[in-house]
T-cell receptor
Framework: DTGVSQDPRHKITKRGQNVTFRCDPISEHNRLYWYRQTLGQGPEFLTYFQNEAQLEKSRLLSDRFSAERPKGSFSTLEIQRTEQGDSAMYLC???????????FGQGTRLTVV | DQQVKQNSPSLSVQEGRISILNCDYTNSMFDYFLWYKKYPAEGPTFLISISSIKDKNEDGRFTVFLNKSAKHLSLHIVPSQPGDSAVYFCAASDTQGAQKLVFGQGTRLTINP
């Protein structure tokens, strides 16, 4: 399977704990995105990498959130001191440069209890 | 500020008939538009896209129409099949910077036998 892969698929954590999600994009895609989707809404942009450089962050990405893409391959999204409002589906997508479609992973469903 | 709007939360269509899903946008910088289909607990799957230099793009049973002056696009599915039942998201991006996707809230399409 050469699609976008995300791990884990589901994560339940207690409030205040740290969590980390991983995304493996399609190998030839240099652009990688993180989105968050809550119930009844469309995905919302969080952050964007071109190769290993993080070039844009949404104001939705508070100081508790950090993302990395070492060596321009896989990416990680870490949430520190989780809050109940962080409960959502976290989606990773990758695409080539230019007007091309973005391919999404299956997402990580985070539940903070 | 909702830059991409899907004003119909749900749509019910009889199998074999045409399904028409609508989307409006406000940002005149958007020049690339996409439709995604989403099943529960999965990531969005790309369906079809259109560049702002075109007003129509067709792929099998799916056709997307773009009316730039009205800032409106629509997705036509004909004939509709039971497997088309899903949530459909309209998304838009511009060619500057991150080319991040801005999504609408989604329309839940139900195809009735």
């Amino acid at each position: 399977d050469t699609g976008v892969s995300q791990d884990p698929r589901h994560k339940i954590t207690k409030r205040g704990q740290n969590v980390t999600f991983r995304c493996d994009p399609i190998s030839e895609h240099n652009r990688l995105y993180w989105y968050r989707q809550t119930l009844g809404q469309g995905p919302e942009f969080l952050t964007y990498f071109q190769n290993e450089a993080q070039l844009e962050k949404s104001r939705l990405l508070s100081d508790r959130f950090s993302a990395e893409r070492p060596k321009g391959s896989f990416s990680t999204l870490e949430i520190q001191r989780t809050e109940q409002g962080d409960s959502a589906m976290y989606l990773c997508a990758s695409r080539r440069t230019g007007n091309t479609e973005a391919f999404f992973g299956q997402g990580t469903r985070l539940t903070v209890v | 500020d909702q830059q991409v709007k899907q004003n119909s939360p749900s749509l019910s269509v009889q199998e074999g008939r045409i399904s028409i899903l609508n989307c409006d946008y406000t940002n005149s910088m958007f020049d690339y538009f996409l439709w995604y289909k989403k099943y529960p607990a999965e990531g969005p799957t790309f369906l079809i896209s259109i560049s702002s230099i075109k007003d129509k793009n067709e792929d099998g049973r799916f056709t997307v129409f773009l009316n730039k002056s009205a800032k409106h696009l629509s997705l036509h599915i004909v004939p509709s099949q039971p497997g088309d039942s899903a949530v459909y998201f309209c998304a838009a991006s511009d060619t500057q910077g991150a080319q991040k996707l801005v999504f609408g809230q989604g329309t839940r399409l139900t195809i009735n036998p």
